[in-house]
């Protein structure tokens, strides 16, 4: 059964860099039928899908987070990772990691989501 | 690019059925036959429950059931059950730079 497991610093202080990294076991993230990808959910609201990477590196990004967006993928640990920079109490949410499928785009596993909260 | 509208609530009592609305564009849900439907219950992440607007993955029980007309997509939930109380959210895929855009989300009650 595919898992994922996010982890990360769970507080992160204004201007600073928010990492987490995904990692995928029970499957290989060297698939050509999946890309990986994060969705945030603030607390109290709804989804918002931020990005997503192929496993040979191809990167989609939500337009207006792109300047501070970074998604890796490292293949021989069948992880993928991501770094939002200079975040601000507006990106503190959940965050999720997720498979997207590359036929329609959906995300049929998901990891149990981490908080992420920016504060001093 | 815009959320998706959704009602913020509906409710039924158990055995009945409801449905709920999801509302895009001619630029995302109009236009892709990539609408999918995410059950979301308190502090748990979300578990799919239809893709390619009515396709059910395995697991998932014949009482959830979705449609597409236009611009807006629907999610019918038969036979409410009371573990069936959660959020539920629509997502189309909008492009090569929003693989997901969300509905606001709609939270079912029952009765």
């Known amino acids: 059964q595919l898992q994922l497991q996010e982890s990360g610093p769970g507080l992160v202080k204004p201007s600073e860099t928010l990492s987490l990294t995904c990692t995928v076991s029970g499957g290989s993230i060297s698939s050509n039928s999946y890309f990986w990808g994060w969705i945030r959910q603030p607390p109290g609201k709804g989804l918002e899908w931020i990005g997503a990477?192929?496993?040979?590196?191809?990167?989609y990004y939500k337009p207006y987070l792109k300047s501070r967006l970074t998604i890796s993928v490292d293949t021989s640990k069948n992880q993928f990772s991501l770094k939002l920079s200079s975040v601000t109490a507006a990106d503190t949410a959940v965050y999720y990691c997720?498979?997207?499928?590359?036929?329609?785009?959906?995300?049929?596993?998901w990891g149990q989501g981490t908080l992420v909260t920016v504060s001093s | 690019q815009s959320a998706l509208t959704q009602p913020p609530s509906a409710s039924g009592s158990p055995g009945q059925s409801v449905t709920i609305s999801c509302t895009g564009t001619s630029s995302d849900l109009g236009y892709y036959n990539y609408v999918s439907w995410y059950q979301q219950h308190p502090d748990k992440a979300p578990k799919l429950l239809i893709y390619e607007v009515s396709k059910r993955p395995s697991g998932v029980p014949d009482r959830f059931s979705g449609s597409k007309s236009g611009n807006t997509a629907s999610l019918t939930v038969s036979g409410l059950q009371a573990e069936d109380e959660a959020d539920y959210y629509c997502?189309?895929?909008?492009?090569?730079?929003?693989?997901?855009?969300f509905g606001t989300g709609t939270k079912v009650t029952v009765l």
């Open positions: 997502s189309s895929y909008a492009g090569s730079n929003n693989f997901a855009v």
């Open positions: 990477i192929y496993y040979k590196g191809s990167t």
């Open positions: 997720v498979r997207h499928t590359t036929a329609s785009y959906y995300s049929d596993y």
